[in-house]
């Protein structure tokens, strides 16, 4: 099987573990890099639109040059496309964001006037919103090179996700893991998605041996929130969902699906929040509740107002 990725140290790590579990079940694979516009680009990623990054990857789907693709899942759009089908959701790596900071500091300990770098909206929305009076610098690069500019100085400290640095095995860099009550990940952050042509019923049901039922559920609530929202990949909305247990009156145990989201001014000046709880088999449906309430507390005029 040809899998198609993108040629960064990120991406093609990723990718190599999806080849190496194929691998593991019996099914011969490769890697296949596929260059992309996004890649070739130094503007802002909230410029270009994070799809650039998976467009040209789907098109050599298309074309019949690889099998398979393997996304960072928040990088795709939400809009469905009926030459693919998401085959298959690993288990999903730690969603949330991580600071990199010079001298071991949490985001607490950083002064006014600090520089933080970030590529994402969303991101800078919420950094703003916490009012810690830090100068936000825009970050492109690889993960590495973004390392780099904490380590020279260039920048006090920067916000990824944690996940990208757990799969490059750099978590010691991290100096604080940022808890969803302090920023929210993206819709669909540290899970990858497996995308193959919708037609090739074969090699769904081999990739679908990949598949985690958990992952699934969460990410189709946050996605779905997102798509409700009619927002992009690189708005400012943050969203998590997680499978939990409760227990009932009588004692017995069972799953239910938490979805927390956010929709934040860009400037920082308002942030609204939501969140509900349903059952996994009505993931989607969570999702449009919760969007709906979001909705509700302003959250449309919010988003007009920033365009």
């Known amino acids: 099987m040809r899998i198609g ?26 890697l296949v890099i596929i260059s992309t516009s996004g890649d070739r680009s130094a503007a802002p990623v909230a410029e270009i639109g994070v799809g650039v990054f998976t467009a040209e990857l789907r098109t050599a789907i298309a074309d019949d040059r690889v099998d398979l ?12 496309d009926p030459r693919f089908v998401i085959a298959a959701i690993p288990p999903r790596a730690d969603a949330r964001d991580a ?16 520089t933080i770098g970030t590529s994402s909206v969303r991101r800078a929305a919420q950094l703003r ?43 010691e860099a ?3 893991t940022l808890e969803p009550v302090q920023m929210l990940p993206a819709p669909a952050q540290g899970a990858l998605a497996i995308e193959c042509r919708s037609g090739d019923a074969d ?14 559920v969460a990410v189709t609530a946050e996605r779905v929130l997102l798509a409700e929202l009619e927002a992009g990949c690189s708005a400012p909305v ?24 956010c929709v ?12 509900g709880i349903g059952t996994a088999d009505r993931a989607a449906e969570l999702g449009r509740s919760v969007a709906g309430e979001l909705f509700e507390l302003g959250a449309r005029e919010l988003m007009d107002s920033q365009r």
């Open 5 to 30: 990725t993108r040629g960064s140290l990120l991406a093609t790590t990723q990718a190599g573990t999806i080849r190496d579990a194929l691998i593991a079940l019996g099914h011969p694979a490769e």
């Open 69 to 80: 693709a393997v996304h960072s899942f928040k990088d795709l759009p939400t809009a469905p």
């Open 264 to 275: 934040a001014a860009t400037d920082g000046s308002d942030v609204i929040r939501a969140s």
């Open 99 to 114: 600071l990199v900071a010079r001298d071991g500091l949490v985001l607490g300990e950083l002064p006014a006037g600090a």
């Open 238 to 261: 943050g969203a998590i969902a997680e499978v939990v247990e409760s227990i009932d009156e009588d004692g017995n145990v069972f799953d239910e699906l938490s979805l927390r989201a």
């Open 129 to 171: 919103a916490l009012g810690l009076g830090l100068e936000i610098r825009p970050l492109r690069g690889n993960l590495d090179s973004r390392l780099n500019r904490v380590g020279s100085g260039e920048l006090d400290a920067i916000v990824v996700a944690r996940a990208g640095l757990a799969r490059i095995g750099r978590l």
């Open 174 to 176: 991290i100096t604080e």
């Open 203 to 216: 090699l769904v049901a081999m990739l679908s041996e990949l598949d985690d039922a958990d992952t699934r």
